[in-house]
């Protein structure tokens, strides 16, 4: 059974666990891709840095909603970092973001994480690049500035809104990323929504090392408890570990353009 984590930040300078252990315990665990998630220029950088030296993961570039106010000096290494990718082949950056917006805490003005996504959206388009969004108590204001950019494919990052967005992002062609916030969820609504969810377009993420998901509450999240979120789903919708593992694996392929060695 193979799996696939598409948002992790492993990787970050801060990370409290010994990488290698991790990378070693996601192996065993069957996860055979990681997706490392830039969230500001430098952590872009060092996520590039730290997927070219290994064949199981890749990077993403983008700058979060809350570092937003970063702006310009952000842009021109996010640019530059795109750029530089390009000239391998196949590059080990693989989208842009994480980004999007975030209203439940606004680290950064309005204004300038509108300002940051538009760069971010003509950033993809023009790197021919699909999109990790983050998006809290912010849709009214995410969905007309991504309906400027209709080709745009991409995931929502840590889906936990409502079926209403969620009916929005798939009639978009976009996937949903689902982590360990699915077993901990009290609300009936989402978890129902947690059902819903088109296998077809449904990815696992762990979002290490935050949201570790139950039984491992009050650990540090890692790569290879996303087979519990696998699990947890399965349970939930009636269908088998096997069946989810390889669907969401495939869609991550898909997405992010990749085959496996």
């Given at each position: 059974?193979?799996?696939?984590?598409?948002?992790?930040?492993?990787?970050?300078?801060d990370?409290?666990?010994?990488?290698?252990?991790?990378l070693?315990?996601?192996?065993?665990?069957?996860?055979?891709?990681?997706?490392?998630?830039?969230?500001?220029?430098?952590?872009?950088?060092?996520?590039?840095?730290?997927?070219?030296?290994?064949p199981?993961?890749?990077?993403?570039v983008?700058?979060?909603?809350?570092?937003?106010?970063?702006?310009?000096?952000?842009f021109?290494?996010?640019e530059?970092?795109?750029?530089?990718?390009?000239?391998?082949?196949?590059?080990?950056?693989?989208?842009?973001?994480?980004?999007?917006?975030?209203?439940?805490?606004?680290?950064?003005?309005?204004?300038?994480?509108?300002?940051?996504?538009?760069f971010?959206?003509?950033?993809?388009?023009?790197?021919?690049?699909?999109?990790?969004?983050?998006?809290?108590?912010?849709?009214?204001?995410?969905?007309?500035?991504?309906?400027?950019?209709?080709?745009?494919?991409g995931?929502?990052?840590?889906?936990?809104?409502?079926?209403?967005?969620?009916?929005?992002?798939?009639t978009?062609?976009?996937?949903?990323?689902?982590?360990?916030?699915?077993?901990?969820?009290?609300?009936?609504?989402?978890?129902?929504?947690?059902?819903?969810?088109?296998l077809?377009?449904?990815?696992?993420e762990?979002?290490?090392?935050?949201?570790t998901?139950?039984?491992?509450r009050?650990?540090?999240?890692?790569?290879a408890y996303?087979?519990?979120?696998?699990?947890f789903?399965?349970?939930?919708?009636?269908?088998?570990?096997?069946?989810?593992?390889?669907?969401?694996?495939?869609?991550?392929?898909?997405l992010?353009?990749?085959?496996?060695?």
């Amino acid at each position: 059974m193979q799996l696939f984590d598409t948002h992790t930040h492993i990787f970050s300078a801060d990370y409290p666990l010994d990488v290698e252990e991790v990378l070693a315990r996601a192996q065993a665990a069957g996860v055979a891709g990681l997706i490392c998630v830039g969230t500001t220029a430098q952590d872009s950088s060092l996520a590039v840095q730290f997927a070219q030296l290994r064949p199981d993961c890749w990077a993403t570039v983008g700058l979060h909603p809350h570092d937003a106010k970063d702006g310009q000096e952000a842009f021109v290494i996010m640019e530059r970092l795109v750029s530089q990718g390009a000239r391998h082949s196949p590059s080990k950056i693989v989208a842009i973001g994480e980004c999007g917006l975030d209203y439940f805490y606004t680290h950064s003005p309005k204004d300038l994480q509108l300002a940051a996504l538009r760069f971010q959206f003509e950033l993809a388009q023009r790197a021919g690049l699909p999109m990790t969004f983050h998006v809290r108590e912010a849709f009214d204001d995410f969905w007309p500035l991504f309906d400027e950019f209709p080709a745009t494919r991409g995931v929502i990052h840590s889906f936990t809104d409502s079926q209403e967005n969620l009916d929005k992002a798939l009639t978009r062609g976009l996937y949903i990323g689902v982590n360990g916030i699915a077993t901990f969820a009290k609300n009936d609504s989402q978890i129902e929504m947690y059902k819903r969810i088109p296998l077809e377009r449904m990815v696992l993420e762990t979002d290490a090392p935050f949201l570790t998901p139950v039984p491992l509450r009050g650990k540090v999240n890692e790569s290879a408890y996303v087979s519990h979120v696998c699990k947890f789903l399965a349970e939930l919708r009636q269908e088998s570990e096997e069946e989810i593992a390889a669907r969401t694996t495939q869609n991550a392929l898909t997405l992010f353009n990749l085959q496996l060695s």
